[in-house]
Every structure is written in structure tokens, then in C-alpha cells.
């Protein structure tokens, strides 16, 4: 699926700019909203796996949402079309997305949970390494025909539906952790203060990172190709690739506080570099660094939450921390597009490079305070299911 998406993703903010004359801050929104409907249906498809103890129905769904949704990007005419298409597409991620991530936490031994993050975040990684790297190629052989890209975006879709449909196999799962009731917002106050830590550190660690279509229309903007833009994602999704998996296998040594910290520290520099990029060079440097930043942030932002939340309640705080980093999400990339518009791209990085500094310093404070809470050995004594 994310060959599929990424192949759709990588040229989006471009064909939005360059084919439907759609402005930078216009493309803010549309990534916003797509990804924050995305991030909010997690929320309910989470509560809703709960209740239902069967994850791989919901996840099914979703896939089959985003797989359908392709060949509206290979019609579109305007972008109003573009809009729903991706609002669509990514309503389904948010329906697979909470299931998933919790049905991966309920399969693995808690002391390897960073190492089954790390490797999933991975694989997802190394499918959006290929999608762009599939998308080059397309655009080369067809001198740059956006449409044909999108068509051929939907086979790798179907072909993930039906390896879900008859290879995926769900556990059963044990009644005591599982609620008899159907879960409720107020049972959000059930989970611990650290859970909400975490829901803050995902918060200000997304508000730091909008939408990658920055990093495309960004390689643009310095005068590349638009045949050869979707190279950028594979640059990034090829660093993305390498670090995720041995990022979480150490976290489960060492801890994932320390690493995630890296992970910010990296992402200021990203911002700087593709702040003052004069040539392509720098902005290949920059969403390298950016990918960097991803391997060592995303897998264990997860492993985190399924560190800190019971698992009675697993789907639900994944809906409910998917749903915090969508808003914001949606307030990066729409303050990301509004700085670009309005004073110039070298604005959007610099107030990314501002953003991620406020994050480090709010997230080395908050984790002082519950410092045991996130401790290797505190990890490791968490109830899992059998």
C-alpha cells in the first residue's frame, strides 16, 4: 500500500501546483486536512477495535478505502477532485491505522517492542522508497505524464488488499483485558500520566515536522525537473528505511527518551539546511536529514504509546494520540503554507527549525518529571497479552 500511496504522494503537491494552478498555501491545507482526517478517524476505529476484539476487519476496511481512492487522482480536473480524493484516501489510513498498530502491540513480547516497530515502520518505509523510485521511472518513460503515474498507483493498492485478506491471521485474545462494554471517551481519563506525556511529546514532535509535500515543492523551488522530484522521496524514504528498525531494536536496550531527543536535534538541523538551500545538493542534504529524523522518531513514538497504555485500552489511546498529532498536523502544514505564500520558503524551514528547539526543550522537562515511568526495566514489567 505505500508503493501505491507514495507513488500518488511524491508528485501530488507538484501536479496541485504545476497541472490545477493551486497555490503553496492551498496545498498546506489539502495535506492538512487529509492527514488530520486520517489521524482523527483513528481515534473511533481504535475505540472500535476494542469493543469488537477483532482488529483485521477494521484494518481490511481501510485498506480497501485507500486502494479504491487511486484512480480519482489519475481524473482529476480540478482540485476540489484532488481534495476529496485525498480526503478519502486518507479517511481510510485512519481506519486501518489505530487497529493495526495495536493488533502489532498484541502479537509481540513487550521486551522486543521497539524492534516489531522499528521493523514495521520499515517495511512501510521501504514500500515508499519504492513507490517514488517506481514514479521516477513511470515519469521518465512517459516525459513527465502525472496521469499515468496515478492509473498504475492502483495495482500494488489491490494487490495489498488481497495479501491482507488471505495472509493476515489475528491472534485470539484473552477476555480479562479486553472491555465488555463499548468504550467511551471518558475512558481516556483511565489512561496514565505518562500516556498523556507522550500525547504532548507527539503533539509538539509533529507541529516541528509538517507535510513532506514541503520538501517536493522545495525541490522545485530551487529548479529541478518535475520528472525527477519524486527522487526526493527516495532519498528521504531510503534514510527513513535504514535507521527505523535498529532505532527500535536499541530503544529496547537503552531506552527511547535519549533517541528521541536525536531525533529533534536532527530535524533542526534538516530545517536549517533546507532553510538556506541555494541548489538541489542542499535540499537532497536536507530531506536526508529529514528521513533520519523519521527513522529515529516514529517507530518509537508508538512503541511508546503501547508502553504506557493498558491493553484493555490499546486501540483507543493509539485513536486518541493519532488524533492529537492530527490537529497538529493540520496546523503545521497550514502554517507551513501560509509562511511559504506569504514571506518565502526559506520562512516555512526556519519556523520548523523554531519549532523543533520548543519541542526539545518541552519534551527534556516532561521526561525529567516521569523519568521511571519510561526506564528499560519499567518497560519490560508491563502486562502483555497471551
Not at 513532506?212 to 531510503?238: H, S, T, W
Amino acid at each position: 500500500m505505500d508503493i501505491s500511496s507514495e507513488m500518488i504522494h511524491s508528485l501530488l503537491p507538484v501536479f496541485l501546483v504545476s497541472v490545477l494552478g493551486s497555490s503553496v498555501i492551498q496545498v498546506g491545507l489539502i495535506e492538512g486536512a487529509a492527514e488530520s482526517i486520517a489521524m482523527m478517524a483513528r481515534l473511533f476505529s481504535g475505540i472500535l477495535s476494542d469493543r469488537l476484539k477483532k482488529r483485521k476487519y477494521l484494518v481490511i476496511t481501510g485498506y480497501s478505502i485507500g486502494a479504491l481512492m487511486k484512480p480519482l487522482f489519475a481524473i482529476a480536473t480540478s482540485v476540489a477532485v484532488v481534495f476529496w480524493a485525498r480526503f478519502f484516501d486518507r479517511l481510510g489510513k485512519g481506519i486501518r491505522g489505530a487497529p493495526r498498530d495495536a493488533l502489532i502491540a498484541d502479537v509481540s513480547p513487550v521486551e522486543t517492542r521497539g524492534a516489531s516497530y522499528g521493523i514495521r515502520q520499515s517495511l512501510d518505509t521501504f514500500g515508499a522508497f519504492c513507490g517514488p523510485f517506481l514514479a521516477l521511472f513511470i515519469m521518465i518513460l512517459t516525459a513527465g505524464n502525472f496521469r499515468i503515474v496515478f492509473w498504475t498507483a492502483f495495482i500494488p493498492g489491490i494487490i495489498a488488499v488481497i495479501i491482507l485478506i488471505t495472509m493476515v491471521h489475528e491472534q485470539k485474545r484473552k477476555e480479562t483485558y479486553f472491555l465488555t462494554k463499548l468504550p467511551q471517551i471518558r475512558d481516556l481519563r483511565k489512561l496514565p500520566s505518562p500516556f498523556k506525556v507522550v500525547c504532548i511529546a507527539g503533539f509538539l514532535f509533529t507541529l516541528s515536522r509538517f507535510s513532506e509535500a514541503f520538501l517536493l515543492l522545495r525541490a522545485q523551488n530551487v529548479g529541478v525537473d518535475v520528472k525527477y522530484i519524486p527522487l526526493f522521496m527516495v532519498i528521504m524514504n531510503l534514510f527513513y528505511f535504514f535507521t527505523s528498525y535498529p532505532v527500535g531494536n536499541l530503544s529496547d536496550r537503552l531506552g527511547r527518551t535519549g533517541l528521541m531527543k536525536i531525533s529533534l536535534v536532527i530535524l533542526i538541523f534538516s530545517d536549517l539546511v533546507l532553510a538556506i538551500s541555494p541548489s538541489w545538493w542542499f535540499v537532497a542534504v536536507g530531506t536526508a536529514l529529514w528521513g533520519l529524523h523519521m527513522g529515529f522518531s516514529q517507530g518509537l513514538l508508538s512503541a511508546l504509546v503501547a508502553d504506557t497504555a493498558s491493553p484493555s485500552l490499546r486501540g483507543t489511546a493509539f485513536g486518541f494520540f493519532n488524533l492529537i498529532t492530527g490537529i497538529s498536523l493540520l496546523l503545521a502544514s497550514v502554517i507551513a503554507g501560509f509562511l511559504w505564500d506569504q514571506i518565502g520558503a526559506e520562512a516555512t524551514f526556519l519556523a520548523g527549525a523554531l519549532f523543533a528547539v520548543a519541542a526539545f526543550l518541552v519534551f527534556t522537562i516532561l521526561i525529567k518529571r516521569y523519568k521511571a515511568s519510561f526506564s528499560v526495566s519499567n518497560i519490560t514489567k508491563l502486562p502483555r497479552l497471551s
